[in-house]
């Protein structure tokens, strides 16, 4: 008997037997669901460097250097990730589920870690912030080629590359928007690394889900999920004594106030009773002042030009958004507004709305003298069209080139600007004992920018000695008329002291600071270095 004329052709494929499904969810599902997981773990990822480059940059100073440095060492563990990808040839989806919870665990953790080092051990600082970049950058970069070996299962290659580097893609963009404006705002750097680490370990999950037919032990692989999750949550709930338990031990005194903002990290303390030094400020670290001695700062930066100026109506003053400047300047009673242009909003608010540190400026951001204008200084004199009798620049130290950029002669080109025929401009200078070199420099750099300057300088226990320069179009003379009734620190028989300068604090020549060369930065790192290695 012959066969159906048909079945001789279909023979072949009647005893060919198709291969087990092993995935339930359907092919299109898991692509999708694979998509979305790059663009999560793209976003985790640049979060977690640029969380490093933050936390160098506040506690190494050097912005560019630090982001530089750590930019750079994440892409080269990034490349060793990938290339250590090639070495993973089976079991795909549990190896991608394990490295997931390895990037949740340290990403996640790694700005409490480095909060906890540098302020128990400092010396360890460098190698735990490095160690860390490059181990979460490895694991980083094993990520992507795993999801795309899983992905080409089901996808074209030509259709994979394009999806896989644009979800991508999509997922830094999203993050590097939302760190500076919404994320390190709102949640700090902590509770940020510790939310984008719970956004890993979902990642995780989600991948135990959609593989867990496929993947082998499959109860270790749910319980790892389980406790690296439990592990982050509690991080995450516990972040603020985390941060307190870090600056009590990194202040000596009882932290008060706390804030990360776009711009700076935002420290207050205060030791009342024995021993008393009061409030005292802390910028990404630094000393800005202490109550108990601020007053010979803020009175040796103000009133040798507001005196000299004789009767000065306009004044401006750039940083010193804690208002203790503005206080001196109030004590003109010639005085008809002042403008403070102070880069951080924060700052203002502060030292307006909290009753305690409003109370050390006296109100005086509260005056309806004072307009408060919180912008960049260096674009604000670009197009800002008045003139001031007198501007007082209160701009924390150069320890990095977005701050140095304030010490440049394209700077002072535009201060000068702004100044009347008969204004003055003081520049807070650093120490001249300290950084003598840096101090000559601002000097050397107003010279070039066609000013007259006049140098001098202030003991201020808390800092040592601390250095000013005086800039305009005219010479200085020191002033005839009395200054301001109850002064703590100057009066006509001091005030002419502070213009000499004792050998070791003597003029050296200095290069002048440009903003193609920036050399200020650099000779300030090197002479405070020596002070604080």
Same mark, same amino acid.
């Given at each position: 008997?012959?066969?159906? #004329? ?10 060919h037997?198709? #291969?087990?499904?092993?995935?339930a ?11 979305a997981?790059?663009? +999560?773990v793209?976003?985790? &990822?640049?979060?977690?460097? @640029? ?6 940059s506040?506690m @190494? &100073? ?9 930019i ?19 079991? %795909?989806?549990?190896?991608f ?9 340290a990403?996640g ?22 160690? %860390? ?7 980083v ?7 795309? =070996? ?19 893609? $999509? ?13 390190v ?5 902590? =509770?940020?690394? $510790? ?12 991948? %135990? ?22 592990l ?6 516990a ?17 008060v106030?706390?804030?990360t903002t776009?711009?700076? =990290?935002?420290?207050?303390t205060n ?6 030094? &009061? ?20 009175e ?15 004044i ?7 208002g ?30 909290? #009753?305690?540190?409003?109370q ?14 919180n912008?960049d200084?260096?674009k604000? *004199? ?9 501007? +007082?620049?209160?701009? #924390? ?7 140095g ?8 080109? *535009? $201060? ?13 200078t650093t ?5 003598? /070199?840096?101090?000559?420099? +601002?000097?050397?750099t107003?010279e ?19 250095? !000013? ?6 010479? !200085?003379r020191?002033?005839? /008329?009395? @200054?301001?009734? &109850? %002064? ?7 005030l ?15 290069? +002048?600071?440009r ?19």
């Amino acid at each position: 008997m012959s066969a159906p #004329p048909d079945f001789a052709a279909s023979a072949p494929e009647a005893l060919h037997i198709e #291969p087990p499904v092993l995935l339930a969810p359907a092919p299109h599902a898991i692509e999708v669901a694979l998509l979305a997981s790059v663009f +999560v773990v793209a976003a985790c &990822g640049l979060l977690y460097e @640029l969380a490093a480059g933050a936390l160098a940059s506040y506690m @190494l &100073g050097d912005s560019i250097l630090q982001f530089s440095t750590i930019i750079g060492a994440y892409l080269f563990a990034m490349g060793m990730g990938s290339y250590l990808s090639r070495f993973f040839e089976r079991q %795909l989806p549990a190896h991608f589920l394990r490295i997931e919870l390895l990037v949740a665990l340290a990403g996640g953790a790694l700005p409490a870690l480095l909060f906890l080092a540098n302020a128990y051990l400092p010396g360890a600082f460098r190698l735990l912030l490095y160690g %860390l970049v490059l181990l979460v950058g490895t694991l980083v970069g094993l990520e992507i080629p795993l999801v795309m =070996r899983i992905l080409k299962r089901n996808t074209a290659l030509k259709d994979l590359v394009s999806q896989v580097l644009t979800f991508d893609y $999509l997922g830094a963009l999203a993050v590097s928007v939302a760190f500076p404006l919404v994320l390190v705002p709102q949640l700090g750097l902590i =509770r940020t690394g $510790l939310l984008f680490g719970l956004m890993n370990a979902a990642v995780a999950v989600w991948a %135990l889900w959609l593989f867990r037919d496929e993947l082998r032990r499959f109860q270790a692989h749910a319980a790892a999920c389980a406790a690296t999750l439990a592990l982050l949550a509690g991080g995450f709930a516990a972040a603020d004594h985390i941060t307190t338990l870090a600056e009590d031990k990194l202040y000596a005194d009882r932290v008060v106030y706390t804030a990360t903002t776009p711009y700076q =990290r935002i420290v207050v303390t205060n030791r009342p009773g024995e021993g008393r030094v &009061g409030y005292r400020l802390f910028l990404n670290g630094n000393l800005q002042f202490a109550e108990r001695d601020e007053y010979r700062y803020h009175e040796a930066l103000v009133h040798p030009v507001m005196a000299a100026h004789g009767a000065p109506k306009r004044i401006a003053v750039l940083g010193g958004g804690d208002g203790m400047a503005v206080r001196e300047i109030l004590k003109y009673p010639s005085v008809e507004s002042v403008t403070l242009v102070e880069l951080d909003p924060a700052m203002t608010r502060l030292f307006t709305d909290n #009753p305690a540190l409003a109370q050390l400026n006296g109100h005086a951001l509260a005056s309806p003298k004072v307009r408060v204008v919180n912008t960049d200084a260096f674009k604000w *004199l670009e197009e800002n069209t008045d003139t001031y009798d007198v501007i +007082v620049v209160d701009f #924390p130290d150069p320890t990095n080139f977005s701050i140095g950029k304030l010490y440049t002669t394209s700077f002072y080109a *535009l $201060l000068d600007q702004r100044l009347s025929a008969s204004g003055y401009a003081v520049i807070q200078t650093t120490s001249p004992l300290v950084a003598r /070199q840096s101090f000559w420099t +601002v000097a050397a750099t107003l010279e070039a920018a066609g000013l007259h300057t006049a140098p001098y300088h202030a003991h201020v226990p808390s800092f040592g000695e601390w250095g !000013y320069i005086i800039a305009s179009r005219r010479p !200085y003379r020191l002033p005839t /008329q009395p @200054l301001p009734a &109850g %002064l703590r620190f100057l009066d006509a028989t001091s005030l002419p002291l502070l213009f000499n300068f004792p050998p070791d604090m003597a003029r050296v020549p200095a290069e +002048v600071n440009r903003l193609s060369n920036q050399v200020l930065v650099h000779t300030y790192e090197t002479e405070w270095g020596r002070v604080h290695p």
